[in-house]
């Protein structure tokens, strides 16, 4: 068990929060040039997309044992459940679109994970 050191939560999922926002963003790069390029999604956007929903899911769990600092926690909550479910959509979305369109899905989405964790931490810190 860690000891509870004050600001020591905070700082952990700010850091790991910024990990998976560089991470969303860079799926969400690799979905645009596999777009661009006029492919569908492989392998790479399938993995990038499993890696993300791992990380975010590890993330929930962090979030949801830390919360009670949260004032806006019905907010906080959808926004948490929003982020986990937008990966899964987006592979759905991207198999069943099998033109360059599926990837860019894929690119959507990543921004859109990234745009909603930067929303979860204004939150977690009161700035919202």
């Not at 700010?14 to 492989?42: E, N, P, Q």
């Not at 790479?44 to 600092?69: K, P, R, S």
Request: charged share 10%; aromatic share 8%.
């Amino acid at each position: 068990m860690v000891p509870d050191v004050p600001g020591l939560g905070r700082a952990m999922t700010a850091a790991y929060s910024g990990w998976i926002i560089a991470a969303a963003l860079l799926l969400a790069l690799a979905g645009i040039v596999t777009a661009v390029r006029d492919r569908s999604m492989g392998v790479v956007l399938l993995a990038g997309l499993a890696l993300l929903e791992v990380a975010l899911l590890v993330q929930a769990g962090i979030a949801l044992a830390g919360m009670d600092h949260v004032r806006e926690k019905a907010t906080f909550i959808g926004y948490l459940a929003g982020t986990l479910v937008i990966p899964p959509a987006a592979v759905w979305w991207g198999m069943a679109e099998r033109t360059r369109w599926g990837p860019g899905v894929i690119a959507v989405a990543g921004f859109t994970v990234a745009v909603m964790i930067g929303r979860l931490m204004q939150i977690w810190n009161g700035a919202a």
